[in-house]
C-alpha cells in the first residue's frame, strides 16, 4: 500500500496562499502521475491540478494563473501552491497518484474566509 499524507491545509483570508504538501511512501513515486482533487460541500469532486511523470501539468480552468503543482521525485513529495485564494477553493483538498496505480490520500480542509 502507498501512503499519500497531506499538510498544510488550514484558514486563509481571501487573496491570501497557502501551499499543500503531500509526501508519499513507497520506492516509485517518480513513475507515478500525481494530482490534487479537492471537494466543497455540495460539490462535485473535481481535479484541479495534475503532473505527469515527464513534468507535464494540467490544472482546471477555475484555478489556472493562481494555483501551481509541482513534485520533488528526491523528497518524494508533491505540492501545490494556491495564491489569490477565493471563497470558493473553500475544499478538502486531496492528493491522489493517478497513474499507474491509484491511491488517495486522507486529505485536508482549506477554507477561505474572511
Known amino acids: 500500500q502507498v501512503q499519500l499524507v497531506e499538510s498544510g491545509g488550514g484558514l486563509v483570508q481571501p487573496g491570501g496562499s497557502l501551499r499543500l504538501s503531500c509526501a508519499a511512501s513507497g520506492s516509485t513515486f517518480s513513475i507515478y502521475d500525481m494530482g490534487w482533487y479537492r471537494q466543497a460541500p455540495g460539490k462535485q469532486r473535481e481535479l484541479v491540478a495534475a503532473i505527469t511523470s515527464g513534468d507535464s501539468t494540467n490544472y482546471a480552468d477555475p484555478v489556472k494563473g493562481r494555483f501551481t503543482i509541482s513534485r520533488d521525485n528526491a523528497k518524494k513529495t508533491v505540492y501545490l501552491q494556491m495564491n489569490s485564494l477565493k471563497f470558493e477553493d473553500t475544499a478538502v483538498y486531496y492528493c491522489?497518484?493517478?497513474?499507474?496505480?491509484?491511491?488517495w490520500g486522507q486529505g485536508t480542509q482549506v477554507t477561505v474566509s474572511s
Open positions: 491522489t497518484a493517478l497513474r499507474p496505480w491509484n491511491y
